[in-house]
């Protein structure tokens, strides 16, 4: 009974996390060669849109760097509801106040698949954005070290309790894979082979990066 269980959660388990563990194997296998049509994106698309948006967060001198980095991040995030995007703040592309133009800030925002450069005009209540998308590769390449939350949207953050899921379901895979394989006497033999000599392997390598890295 108890075998029957976990040979079907086994099962089960591994059909729920068949989506995640192919986009994962194929964005590791991005990693490992990036041919250039993997990195291709589409040409920046320019749009505009009315936005009315309250009063967004000045920076004063007096502010500390983790103040000017919260405002900033604030601001932002009223510009990304404003235009109904979701995405986070981009940290190595500044965003910023016009010191020239109190009426005129840059927003840089990022998601899986495209890229927002935002510039709001306050007084006209207009948002001018360039838009890039990028490829499929590149999108998987994302979702492969995801996680958290993605705000403005709770669907895209859902994939942080998905990876959770799948992460937990391929351990007990691994165990319950030995488990299951033990009441195969004709195949022990074989199977001891390929357990002993991958664990082996494994554990060499992780003691040369240990000792030698």
């Known amino acids: 009974m ?3 269980v976990i040979l079907n959660i ?3 388990a591994g059909l729920l996390c068949f989506g ?13 060669h990036p041919f250039a049509f993997t990195r291709a994106r589409s040409e920046p698309v320019a749009w505009e849109r009315q936005v009315a948006i309250a009063d967004l967060p000045r920076l004063t001198p007096e502010m500390t760097y983790d103040q ?7 601001a932002n995030h009223a510009v990304r509801r404003a235009l109904g995007l979701f995405g986070h703040p981009r940290p190595w592309r500044e965003s910023w106040w016009d010191e020239h133009d109190a009426n005129h800030y840059h927003a840089s925002l990022v998601r899986p698949g495209a890229q927002y450069e935002v510039d709001v005009h306050l ?5 001018a954005v360039r838009e890039t998308r990028s490829s499929a590769w590149e999108v998987m390449a994302r979702l492969h070290g995801f996680h958290g939350e993605m705000p403005g949207s709770v669907l895209v953050s859902t994939w942080a309790w998905y990876t959770e899921f799948c992460t937990l379901a391929v351990l007990f895979a691994g165990v319950s894979g ?14 001891l ?9 494994s554990l060499a390598l992780m003691l040369y990066l240990t000792l030698h890295g």
Do not use: C, P
């Open 123 to 127: 007084d006209r209540k207009l948002a």
């Open 178 to 191: 030995v488990y299951l394989w033990t009441a195969r006497r004709n195949q022990r033999r074989m199977g």
């Open 20 to 32: 995640y563990l192919i986009v994962f194997g194929l964005s590791s296998l991005n990693f490992n």
């Open 68 to 74: 000017r980095v919260a405002a900033k991040t604030e």
């Open 2 to 4: 108890l075998r029957r």
């Open 193 to 201: 082979a390929l357990l002993g000599g991958a664990g082996a392997l």
């Open 10 to 12: 086994h099962i089960y």
